[in-house]
């Protein structure tokens, strides 16, 4: 744990730096953090995390978000729970915060990157300024991630979500299924799922403007994608890279194919329809220089 967390704080050293414009002077917006999957809020990863970010900049208030302040409980929240009306509550819970009142910066780590997102598109009050995601899954996952040896817990999730992941209690309750996305199956993905279709804006007949604004509306957006992840597949979605969909799937919306990755051919970022029509308003950010990725 110690090594991962030295790579996320050396690499949030150099955004950071690329942020202010090498000007590490200026002030600092608060930070509010989110977890990834099977982490809690106050974990000792996550503290430590936090601890390098105070250590490198002194004096930052650093919050990190929560869905249940009972640790266990809030490790739980990660796998089972509506997406939807988990962001609701931390908007709620972020609006309450005297600190964040004139905006902040925010860092993803795994899923809690795209709640983020979420949460710019949707809320954004107080608003993020820059959002730096951590091998996060942007466009979703076409598989369960594989569960540590004796995490029950997450075996227990992972076979529930594959044996119905679109059905009605899955897209309800399972995190995971709720950005599980089948290129094989788009037409029940679009049509069942209620959470990555939305703030990716894929149904053409419920498209949200705002969403598109208030994403182009980021100083930076920076996408980290791991190079050696095994758990997010395919990795190349924390860079908005998806797996290709059969080619007698909605073909209009198909695009050649530059990049492979396990064998599988991937659309990245520039290719997606997502991008090229600007759904979500990430062309827009793209083109003012507002996107960055890295690698970590």
Known sequence: MRLTLRLLASTLLAIQTCLTNGLPSQPLRPLVLWHGLGDSHSSPGMLEFASIIKDIHPGIFVHSVYIEEDLDKDRKAGFYGNVNEQLQAVADQLSAIPELK?????????????????????????????????????????????????????????????????????????IQAQYFRDPTNLETYLSANHFLTAINNEIPDSRNHTYAKNLASLNKLVLVLFTEDKTVVPKESAWFGSEAAPTNFHPEQQQPMVGSAAGKEIIPMRLQPLYQEDWIGLRKLDERGGVIVGKG
């Open 102 to 174: 004139g905006g902040f910066d925010a860092i993803g780590l795994s899923q809690g990157g795209q709640f983020l997102r979420a949460y710019v598109e949707r809320y954004n009050s107080p608003p993020i300024h820059n959002l730096i995601t951590f091998g996060s899954q942007h466009m979703g996952i076409s598989d369960i991630p594989i569960c540590r040896p004796y995490d029950f817990l997450c075996q227990i999730a992972r076979r529930a979500t594959r044996s119905a992941v679109y059905g009605e209690w899955a897209q309800a309750n399972l």
